[in-house]
Nanobody, 126 residues
């Protein structure tokens, strides 16, 4: 049974940093893409970043490029999202997800991920 458990959210001032973690368990993820999505109140869930577990290719939403970095720890099956230069508009619940993608472009869409964590709240104050 696949489990994804996020941690690391919290309250931070604009310009600050946070690192989100996602502990993945229940299977090997070598053929999977791991992603981060977020959902702000009243808004639809949106793609933030993704990483192909094998090979390590990474993908980012334009809104976070240059500020967020996705990474993994192969040995521990952990996924990370380092978030720097945070803005109030980054405030959302952040979700970790896992899925198998036929094409890299599928990584941008939540419907292609079969496993989701419970989410962790990130609040950026101005």
């Amino acid at each position: 049974q696949v489990q994804l458990v996020e941690s690391g959210g919290g309250l931070v001032q604009a310009g600050g940093s946070l690192r989100l973690s996602c502990a993945a368990s229940g299977r090997t993820f070598s053929g999977y893409t791991m992603g981060w999505f977020r959902q702000a109140p009243g808004k639809e869930r949106e793609f933030v970043s993704a990483l192909r577990w094998s090979g390590g290719s990474t993908y980012y939403a334009d809104s976070v490029k240059g500020r967020f970095t996705i990474s993994r720890d192969n040995a521990k099956n952990w996924l990370y999202l380092q978030m720097n230069s945070l803005k109030p508009e980054d405030t959302a619940v952040y979700y970790c997800a896992a899925g198998q993608m036929s094409y890299p472009s599928n990584s941008y869409y939540g419907r292609n991920y079969g496993y989701w964590g419970q989410g962790t709240q990130v609040t950026v104050s101005s």
